[in-house]
């Protein structure tokens, strides 16, 4: 087995770092609950597309079990519970055209959904289950989190309009922070990378509540449809089945959050778009989670808090480092200090990071981050986020 497929196949780490708020990498099961909000006298039409559903996503690699229940209070709800070995095989699947193309046929019958997903941490069962099952598989303990929600959006804008789309994201009134009692924007960070736009949130409170406020102010509304006609999917916000399909496909979800200190006031946030091998996106990501678990450990490191995010072969790092980085420090936050996980990092780029070939040396520094940082557009925060 080559080294990038023993890196897929093992957990990231054998004991969970407490300042780890979210990952997906550490090998546990994965528990997706789906609530379903299925329109009235719809039901047996929903019936018929979840059976479909059912029939095809038994082949997915990495699905276990699901389970589809209907309230005994309210019959138009309905939970839809599944099962998978871990939760890289099911952000692969859900990520995926081929699973927007299996719900399409739940979209006529159903009025709303939300979806929650969980590692599995205990299980509880018979004698006979416990003993067969031991903690095999679960998480391995409790992480602590910071009660922020993180997670981004991309989408590409046709080539040309790069300044002009740049333009007009940065000049637009900040929506209100307050979403209700439970729910706040924190803070948005908007990057570009070529033609490729990437939009970073911070929500405490409820992640679906915030993007539906956000969508809703007249302000940002008036953003969206100013950049449709510069964007290379065609979208109608008025449609909802085309603002829905262009929102999945844009979505970008957060893999892997580590904090190591506090925020510094003179702090620089930086984020990185890295150039993907065809293939290889799920395993950079886990490369560069398993680095920022290392940097959270090591004094040296200039970086407070890394966020990954990825999507098929969209990677995204969101760094905040302390201000006044050196080109050594640079180096070990981008985690080219360690020439072995310096030369995996390059095999699992499609580019000419290194002059060449190796493991990057501080000379490769500016062609790195020529490659790979992102233009900051702006960066906005609720004044008590």
């Known amino acids: 087995m080559n080294t990038t497929s023993a890196l897929a196949s093992q957990p990231l780490t054998q004991k969970v770092s407490p300042r780890v708020s979210q990952s997906v990498f550490d090998g546990s099961r994965l528990r997706v609950v789906l609530l379903v909000d299925v329109y009235d006298g719809a039901q047996q039409q929903f019936l018929e597309a979840y059976e479909q ?8 690699p990495g699905h276990v079990s699901d389970q589809l229940c209907q309230s005994i209070e309210n019959p138009s709800q309905w939970l839809i519970t599944s099962e998978w070995e871990s939760a890289p095989p099911f952000l692969t699947w859900v990520n995926s055209e081929d699973h927007v193309r299996m719900v399409e046929p739940l979209h006529s019958c159903v009025r709303d959904t939300r979806s929650l997903r969980f590692h599995v941490v205990r299980e509880t069962g018979g004698p006979a289950v416990d003993a067969a099952a031991g903690t095999r598989g679960l998480q391995a303990a409790p992480r602590i989190g910071d009660g922020v929600i993180r997670h981004a959006l991309t989408f590409t804008v046709k080539p040309g309009s790069e300044e002009t789309v740049a333009k007009i994201l940065s000049d637009y009134a900040s929506p209100e922070p307050r979403v209700d009692d439970t729910t706040r924007l924190c803070r948005t960070s908007l990057f570009m990378h070529g ?6 949130i911070e929500v405490r409170g409820d992640l679906l509540a915030a993007l539906r406020h956000v ?27 085309s603002a829905r399909v262009f929102f999945t ?25 890295y150039p993907v091998r065809s293939g290889c996106g799920l395993q950079l990501a886990q490369l560069l989670a398993q ?5 959270a ?12 995010f990825q999507r098929d072969d969209v990677v995204v790092r969101l760094i905040d480092v302390r201000g006044g980085l050196d080109a050594g420090g640079l180096a070990l ?8 996980k310096g030369a995996e990092l390059t ?21 790195f981050l020529e490659l790979t940082r992102m233009e900051l557009v702006t960066d906005r925060r609720s004044p008590d986020a």
């Not at 559903?53 to 997915?60: D, E, G, I, M």
């Not at 496909?249 to 580590?258: E, G, T």
């Not at 680095?291 to 940097?295: I, K, P, T, V, Y």
């Open 53 to 60: 559903l059912c029939n095809q996503v038994a082949s997915v």
């Open 297 to 308: 450990d090591d004094p040296r490191s200039p970086v407070l808090r890394s966020t990954i």
């Open 347 to 367: 095999r699992l780029l499609d580019g000419d990071v290194c002059a060449d070939g190796g493991a990057p040396t501080d000379g490769d520094l500016t062609r």
């Open 333 to 340: 936050s981008l985690g080219l200090r360690d020439p072995g």
């Open 215 to 241: 969508s809703r102010q007249p302000e940002v509304r008036a953003v969206e449809e100013a950049i449709n006609p510069y964007l290379e999917q065609d979208r109608d916000l008025n449609d909802p089945e």
């Open 195 to 200: 033609n490729r736009v990437v939009r970073a």
């Open 291 to 295: 680095q920022d678990e290392a940097a």
């Open 249 to 273: 496909r844009a979505a970008l979800p957060a893999v892997h959050h580590v904090t190591a200190d506090q925020e510094d006031p003179a702090g620089q946030r930086l984020a990185l778009c």
